[in-house]
């Protein structure tokens, strides 16, 4: 019994290492020929014929033929360069790109360009949507019960031979696949020629809209990207300071931008230039007009920051029902070594409790007091972190006082967890 078991192994392990190596062939070749697909894919020719109406006597009639074409795209891109200077009003400014890529097998040649953010192949209308229903669920025919061996060595072979077959049954699967999804690839390209229309990649919350782009272009179908302007936006923006000092003691200069152009942003990545030197590579998302977004300038070494090291004390409290206190001190320092008045938000946590047996107070800042300047404020955010807004005048400083307890069971124990 253990020798067929045994041979009947090896015979399923061999014919599994050999659908492995069909199975890696496959897919070599399918990446060698894949990019080759659009190449390889069958030019098709067709007409159109067009019967046009007309009076009786001889004019002359102007035709504008349109139509769609498959495998083409569109994405937005954008160079976005801020001026900050101190001693002037600052500046941003943004290049708005169009990056088109085409695989039509068409050359575009000297092409007036209009791009869209309208998805034809959606459609206009929306989805509708089925009836959920929940019944209990019915069971068909007898559950086979599992017959346990008397020897321990040929269970244990069974179940291994068995862990074998559906491996092999596994690759075999997937084996098939693989073959079928070169045989289909036509296919495939055909059904995409129907979807992937001239259009905008990015998911929109508002109506279509087009740019249309002033100058002539030439794109041929080599499927790399060709960039196209659509405009160049003076836009205003207000800067800010955000400073977290658990996690560094540095402040991250931020630009809020309100879109006063007459286009729609739509999400792309971005290039962002701070007085004509490269700072990053971020992305924004879906702009509408008159919306405000973000873009991240760095850190800035005019706001100066110490976070000083964080005092904690334990004690045990109570006498018939003991509790454990902890308090946790600390204070945070910035400076303001700029010659303009600068707006800085402090970020710090205070720890939420999860159980009705942990109880944490907030000892300082007092949320109920109001600070003795109007601009500066101290909020409790959703995410339970406290936010400090401070107003700080050239060569001006603050100092942000924090600290709390938490308290607890004494025959417990506590622990602390992240969770963004």
Same mark, same amino acid.
């Given at each position: 019994?253990?020798?067929?078991?045994?041979?009947?192994?090896?015979?399923?392990?061999?014919?599994?290492?050999?659908?492995?190596?069909?199975?890696?062939?496959?897919?070599?070749?399918?990446?060698?020929?894949?990019?080759?697909?659009?190449?390889?894919?069958?030019?098709?020719?067709?007409?159109?014929?067009?019967?046009?109406?007309?009076?009786?006597?001889?004019?002359?009639?102007?035709?504008?033929? $349109?139509?769609?074409?498959?495998?083409?795209?569109?994405?937005?891109?954008?160079?976005?360069?801020?001026?900050?200077?101190?001693?002037? &009003?600052?500046?941003? &400014?943004?290049?708005?790109?169009?990056?088109?890529?085409?695989?039509? &097998?068409?050359?575009?040649?000297?092409?007036?360009?209009?791009?869209?953010?309208?998805? /034809?192949?959606?459609?206009?209308?929306?989805?509708?949507?089925?009836?959920?229903?929940?019944?209990?669920?019915?069971?068909?025919?007898?559950?086979?019960?599992?017959?346990?061996?008397?020897?321990?060595?040929?269970?244990?072979?069974?179940?291994?031979? $068995?862990?074998?077959?559906?491996?092999?049954?596994?690759?075999?699967?997937?084996?098939?696949?693989?073959?079928?999804?070169?045989?289909?690839?036509?296919?495939?390209?055909?059904?995409? $020629?129907?979807?992937?229309?001239?259009?905008?990649?990015?998911?929109?919350?508002?109506?279509?809209? $087009?740019?249309?782009?002033?100058?002539?272009?030439?794109?041929?179908?080599?499927?790399? /990207?060709?960039?196209?302007?659509?405009?160049?936006?003076?836009?205003?923006?207000?800067?800010?300071?955000?400073? *977290? /000092?658990?996690?560094?003691?540095?402040?991250?200069?931020?630009?809020?931008?309100?879109?006063?152009?007459?286009?729609?942003?739509?999400?792309?990545?971005?290039?962002?230039?701070?007085?004509?030197?490269?700072?990053?590579?971020?992305?924004?998302?879906?702009?509408?007009?008159?919306?405000?977004?973000?873009?991240?300038?760095?850190?800035?070494?005019?706001?100066?920051?110490?976070?000083?090291? *964080?005092?904690?004390?334990n004690d045990t409290q109570g006498i018939i029902s003991k509790t454990h206190l902890k308090t946790v001190r600390h204070e945070t320092h910035i400076t303001n070594t700029k010659t303009n008045e600068v707006v800085v938000f402090v970020y710090d946590q205070f720890p939420l409790s999860s159980d009705e047996k942990i109880k944490v107070n907030l000892?300082?800042?007092?949320?109920?007091?109001?600070?003795?300047?109007?601009?500066?404020?101290?909020?409790?955010?959703?995410?339970?972190?406290?936010?400090?807004?401070?107003?700080?005048?050239?060569?001006?400083?603050?100092?942000?006082?924090?600290?709390?307890? *938490?308290?607890?069971?004494?025959?417990?124990?506590?622990?602390?967890?992240?969770?963004?």
């Open positions: 019994m253990l020798s067929k078991i045994d041979k009947e192994t090896t015979q399923e392990q061999r014919q599994l290492t050999e659908l492995n190596s069909r199975r890696n062939a496959l897919t070599v070749k399918i990446n060698e020929h894949g990019s080759q697909a659009t190449t390889n894919r069958r030019i098709e020719q067709r007409e159109v014929t067009i019967t046009v109406h007309v009076a009786s006597s001889k004019i002359d009639v102007a035709l504008e033929v $349109s139509y769609l074409i498959s495998n083409c795209s569109w994405s937005a891109s954008y160079d976005i360069r801020v001026d900050s200077g101190e001693e002037r &009003q600052p500046k941003t &400014q943004l290049t708005y790109y169009g990056i088109i890529v085409n695989k039509s &097998q068409e050359n575009w040649s000297d092409a007036q360009f209009s791009l869209s953010t309208a998805t /034809p192949s959606l459609g206009g209308a929306a989805p509708k949507l089925a009836t959920l229903k929940v019944n209990c669920r019915q069971y068909h025919g007898v559950p086979q019960r599992v017959m346990s061996s008397y020897a321990g060595g040929i269970s244990a072979m069974s179940t291994s031979f $068995s862990k074998t077959s559906r491996k092999l049954s596994d690759v075999r699967e997937q084996t098939s696949l693989i073959s079928s999804a070169s045989s289909y690839n036509d296919d495939e390209d055909t059904s995409r $020629s129907i979807v992937n229309v001239l259009g905008s990649k990015a998911e929109m919350s508002f109506s279509s809209t $087009s740019f249309t782009i002033p100058r002539r272009s030439t794109i041929d179908a080599d499927g790399k /990207p060709h960039k196209l302007t659509i405009g160049v936006l003076d836009l205003v923006s207000t800067f800010s300071y955000t400073i *977290v /000092p658990k996690l560094s003691v540095h402040a991250y200069l931020k630009a809020s931008t309100l879109n006063t152009s007459d286009k729609y942003l739509l999400a792309g990545p971005a290039s962002i230039f701070m007085n004509n030197n490269f700072v990053t590579h971020s992305s924004i998302d879906n702009v509408c007009i008159g919306d405000t977004f973000d873009l991240p300038l760095g850190i800035d070494s005019g706001i100066k920051v110490e976070y000083k090291p *964080v005092k904690k004390t000892v300082h800042p007092d949320l109920r007091r109001k600070d003795t300047n109007p601009h500066n404020s101290i909020t409790l955010k959703d995410t339970n972190n406290l936010e400090w807004k401070c107003v700080l005048p050239s060569r001006g400083e603050c100092r942000l006082p924090f600290e709390y307890t *938490v308290e607890w069971p004494h025959d417990k124990d506590v622990e602390f967890k992240e969770e963004l």
